[in-house]
């Protein structure tokens, strides 16, 4: 043992561990972005997200592969003119899908009059399931500040954590140590989500503290309650799927399992709430 | 080209892991590209070159995509380390070391996680966690290990050979 602690690499492994141990506990609450985290994400920014334009074209290849049979194959090779063809309508069909979430993304943001957007494409995520946290192509060039909510058409993503010059970092509401202060849309009964953490993409949320005796059934739509100032008024948060029975003297307990309103699986561009209507009036 | 191999390698792997796994992966389970490279590279070049290039890997992820900065820069450095330990030990050929290795690491990585998660309040079942996304992913991890070991190991050819000569010597 004691000639473990002679060898110098070794020793100057476990400095290091400490030393980056230390540093991620130091990073794990609530910070600001250095100059050089900020100056390497405003660096690698445009090359994310070109990249990720650049995935879906290699999704939709790896998807064709899987979906394809082998006549089919055997088809595609034999005329060429035709996989030619169905190359372009490819692209018109994702043409198509962009226009059409961007256009579902102005509706909203055409019926939510009330609140100042800013749209941004998701350029990287995290890795691994263990945070559900993302970077975006919008950062302070784009007036983005620290703890503004995320959207996008069908309801909340989540809060900014940390704003780079061109970039930022996104905390979704589906990640296990994020809160959201949210209200039953019916009932207006106040209570808490929290993310869940599940192997697999099953993206759940799960809803606390509702006052005793509510009146929770599937299908009621929870949205946010507006108190504290991250989160404004009125978003759609999620869907309940299962109402939990509550047993005596055990107020941790959750009151229902929610499905976000988001396809977290599938997030390409968000909206940050950059402020309301009304601040704008007054500027 | 071959003193650009590994630069490419850690592009490709940073794409991998941050975008395309993200979108495409088996009901969220995903190979880790990034540990693939640094253990491949630290059994080719060494424990000091290994785990300085998985500190920088974990630090440039941490910073663009991680939740906090440090955790993966941890994992990554012993993973690059670790496979130094087989540096000039065994054939460049054998894939089962660095596989070996990655497992390991991929096993220590998820589990620094585990443990960050849950210091933050997160809770979930440890059984479950393990037996439906840490080995799995791990897996994955290891089959990806071996062609990213073979590939680096063909560009870092002459590389490898110098430094083999000049560990004669």
Same mark, same amino acid.
């Given at each position: 043992?004691?000639g473990l602690f002679k060898n110098k690499p070794f020793v100057i492994m476990l400095i290091a561990i400490v030393l980056l141990g230390i540093l991620a506990f130091a990073t794990s609450g609530e910070r600001s972005v250095s100059w050089l985290e900020s100056t390497l994400g405003a660096v690698v920014q445009p090359v994310q997200t070109f990249a990720s334009k650049a995935s879906?074209?290699?999704?939709?290849?790896?998807?064709?592969?899987? %979906?394809?049979?082998?006549?089919?194959?055997?088809?595609?090779?034999?005329?060429?003119?035709?996989?030619?063809?169905?190359?372009?309508?490819?692209?018109?069909?994702?043409?198509?899908?962009?226009?059409?979430?961007? %256009?579902?993304?102005?509706?909203?943001?055409?019926?939510?009059? &009330?609140?100042?957007?800013?749209?941004?494409?998701?350029?990287?995520?995290?890795?691994?399931?263990?945070?559900?946290?993302?970077?975006?192509?919008?950062?302070?060039?784009?007036?983005?500040?620290?703890?503004?909510?995320?959207?996008?058409? &069908?309801?909340? #993503?989540?809060?900014?954590?940390?704003?780079?010059?061109?970039?930022? %970092?996104?905390?979704?509401?589906?990640?296990?140590?994020?809160?959201?202060?949210?209200?039953?849309?019916?009932?207006?009964?106040?209570?808490?989500?929290?993310?869940?953490?599940?192997?697999?993409?099953?993206?759940?949320?799960?809803?606390?503290?509702?006052?005793?005796?509510?009146?929770?059934?599937?299908?009621? #739509?929870?949205?946010?309650?507006?108190?504290?100032?991250?989160?404004?008024?009125?978003?759609?948060?999620?869907?309940?799927?299962?109402?939990?029975?509550?047993?005596?003297?055990?107020?941790?307990?959750?009151?229902?399992?929610?499905?976000?309103?988001? &396809?977290?699986?599938?997030?390409?561009?968000?909206?940050?709430?950059?402020?309301?209507?009304?601040?704008?009036?007054?500027? | 080209?071959?003193?650009? $191999?590994?630069?490419?390698?850690?592009?490709?792997?940073?794409?991998?892991?941050?975008?395309?796994?993200?979108?495409?992966?088996?009901?969220?389970?995903?190979?880790? $590209?990034?540990?693939?490279?640094?253990?491949? $590279?630290?059994?080719?070049?060494?424990?000091?070159?290994?785990?300085?290039?998985?500190?920088?890997?974990?630090?440039?992820?941490?910073?663009?995509?991680?939740?906090?900065?440090?955790?993966?820069?941890?994992?990554?450095?012993?993973?690059? $380390?670790?496979?130094?330990?087989?540096?000039?030990?065994?054939?460049? &050929?054998?894939?089962?070391?660095?596989?070996?290795?990655?497992?390991?690491?991929?096993?220590?990585?998820?589990?620094?996680?585990?443990?960050?998660?849950?210091?933050?309040?997160?809770?979930?079942?440890?059984?479950?966690?393990?037996?439906?996304?840490?080995?799995?992913?791990?897996?994955?991890?290891?089959?990806?290990?071996?062609?990213?070991?073979?590939?680096?190991?063909?560009?870092?050819?002459?590389? #490898?050979?110098?430094?083999?000569?000049?560990?004669?010597?």
């Open positions: 043992m004691r879906d074209s290699i999704i939709g290849f790896f998807q064709r592969i899987f %979906k394809t049979t082998d006549a089919d194959k055997e088809l595609e090779q034999l005329s060429a003119r035709l996989a030619q063809l169905e190359g372009v309508a490819e692209e018109n069909e994702k043409l198509q899908a962009e226009n059409e979430r961007l %256009k579902k993304l102005l509706n909203y943001s055409g019926v939510s009059e &009330d609140y100042t957007f800013v749209t941004a494409a998701v350029i990287g995520n995290s890795q691994g399931i263990w945070f559900d946290v993302f970077t975006i192509n919008a950062g302070r060039n784009k007036g983005i500040q620290k703890d503004m909510a995320v959207v996008n058409a &069908d309801g909340l #993503v989540g809060r900014i954590t940390e704003v780079g010059a061109t970039w930022s %970092k996104v905390t979704s509401i589906i990640d296990s140590s994020t809160e959201v202060s949210v209200m039953v849309d019916r009932t207006r009964d106040i209570g808490l989500t929290r993310g869940t953490l599940t192997a697999g993409d099953d993206n759940m949320l799960e809803l606390y503290f509702l006052a005793s005796g509510y009146d929770l059934v599937p299908g009621d #739509v929870i949205i946010t309650n507006g108190m504290g100032s991250v989160y404004p008024r009125g978003i759609t948060v999620g869907t309940v799927t299962e109402v939990a029975r509550r047993t005596e003297g055990s107020s941790a307990d959750r009151n229902a399992a929610l499905q976000p309103s988001v &396809d977290f699986g599938h997030l390409e561009e968000v909206m940050v709430i950059t402020g309301t209507g009304e601040e704008e009036g007054e500027e | 080209m071959r003193r650009a $191999a590994l630069p490419i390698a850690l592009l490709i792997g940073i794409y991998l892991d941050s975008i395309l796994f993200c979108r495409l992966n088996i009901s969220g389970i995903r190979p880790d $590209a990034l540990l693939a490279v640094a253990v491949s $590279a630290g059994v080719l070049l060494g424990s000091v070159k290994g785990g300085l290039l998985g500190v920088g890997i974990g630090l440039f992820m941490d910073v663009l995509f991680g939740k906090c900065v440090g955790l993966s820069a941890i994992a990554y450095m012993v993973a690059g $380390a670790a496979g130094g330990m087989f540096y000039q030990k065994f054939y460049a &050929d054998n894939v089962i070391v660095p596989a070996g290795v990655a497992a390991v690491s991929a096993l220590l990585k998820e589990h620094i996680m585990m443990l960050a998660v849950r210091l933050s309040g997160g809770t979930f079942s440890y059984a479950e966690m393990v037996g439906a996304y840490v080995l799995p992913s791990m897996l994955l991890t290891v089959a990806l290990t071996m062609p990213v070991h073979v590939l680096l190991k063909r560009a870092l050819a002459r590389q #490898v050979r110098t430094e083999h000569r000049a560990g004669r010597a």
